[in-house]
Every structure is written in structure tokens, then in C-alpha cells.
């Protein structure tokens, strides 16, 4: 199972019979998979698997409509992801020499610039 077949490059599902959501599913049940039981494959051509503070990042992201700058203004204050919504987690916070600082803010400018080139989505 490959990933370009089930979701387009900005993570959205592809429409079709074997889509994400056919395969998040238990065909006989209709009940949603648990991820315990799949394997890993499947899990990461779902586009699973990476960092958890990255996807906790992505859910603040599409649970503020997209918009990075609602993420940092968010005073959901309660919400179990609030600390952990920039992408980092506070309580293990490392201290860094300012080279170290620049080299961390480089290498985020460019997976940001690279995550602004998503392709158009190929036709069938
Ligand atoms: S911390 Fe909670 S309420 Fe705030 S953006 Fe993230 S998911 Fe949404």
C-alpha cells in the first residue's frame, strides 16, 4: 500500500474505493480499525508514524482552520494539547547555544517552505 494512493500530498484522503477511510475501516463491521491490530505499513501510507508532537501540531493547525497564527493565539488554556500546540513540549525543554538555536530555526523555515510546494494532485 502506498501513501500517494490513498492521500494527496497535504494529508487529505483520496476518493475512491480504496480510500483512507475504506481502509480505516473493518469492511465486515463497518467499525473503525484499532491501530494496535495494523501494521505499519498501512499506518504510514495513512500518514502516520512520524514525531507525536508533530501530530498533536497538525491537529492544533486543522482545529484552528489552518491558520498558524490562531494556533499560537489559542487560550483553550484546558484542551489536553494546549502546552504542546507549538510543536514542542515545555516540560522537557533543552538548553541550546545560539548556533544551535539558528541551525533549529534554518532547518524549520526549510520543512515549512518545503511543506508550501505540495503538487498538484495527479489524474487517473
Ligand atoms: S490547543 Fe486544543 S483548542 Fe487549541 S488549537 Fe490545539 S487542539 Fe485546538
Same mark, same amino acid.
Given at each position: 500500500?502506498?501513501? /500517494?494512493?490513498?492521500?494527496?500530498? @497535504?494529508? @487529505?484522503? +483520496?476518493?475512491?474505493s480504496?480510500d483512507?477511510? &475504506?481502509?480505516?475501516? %473493518?469492511?465486515?463491521?463497518? =467499525? &473503525?480499525? /484499532?491501530?494496535? %491490530?495494523? %501494521?505499519? !505499513?498501512?499506518?504510514? !501510507?495513512?500518514?502516520? $508514524? $512520524?514525531? =507525536?508532537?508533530?501530530a498533536?501540531?497538525?491537529?492544533?493547525r486543522?482545529? #484552528? !482552520? $489552518? @491558520?498558524?497564527a490562531?494556533?499560537?493565539?489559542?487560550?483553550?488554556?484546558?484542551?489536553?494539547?494546549?502546552?504542546?500546540?507549538? $510543536?514542542?513540549?515545555?516540560?522537557?525543554? #533543552?538548553e541550546?547555544?545560539? *548556533?544551535?538555536?539558528?541551525?533549529?530555526?534554518?532547518?524549520? !523555515?526549510? &520543512?515549512?517552505?518545503? +511543506? +508550501? *510546494? =505540495?503538487?498538484?494532485? +495527479?489524474?487517473?
Amino acid at each position: 500500500m502506498e501513501r /500517494d494512493k490513498l492521500l494527496y500530498p @497535504n494529508g @487529505n484522503p +483520496r476518493p475512491g474505493s480504496e480510500d483512507a477511510y &475504506a481502509v480505516g475501516y %473493518d469492511p465486515e463491521t463497518g =467499525i &473503525a480499525r /484499532d491501530p494496535r %491490530d495494523m %501494521d505499519q !505499513a498501512t499506518l504510514r !501510507a495513512l500518514g502516520h $508514524g $512520524g514525531p =507525536i508532537l508533530q501530530a498533536v501540531r497538525q491537529n492544533c493547525r486543522e482545529c #484552528q !482552520a $489552518g @491558520n498558524e497564527a490562531e494556533v499560537r493565539r489559542c487560550r483553550m488554556v484546558w484542551c489536553p494539547f494546549w502546552p504542546y500546540r507549538m $510543536g514542542s513540549n515545555p516540560f522537557h525543554r #533543552q538548553e541550546l547555544s545560539s *548556533e544551535q538555536r539558528e541551525e533549529r530555526r534554518r532547518r524549520l !523555515a526549510t &520543512a515549512r517552505e518545503a +511543506r +508550501r *510546494e =505540495i503538487p498538484e494532485p +495527479r489524474s487517473s
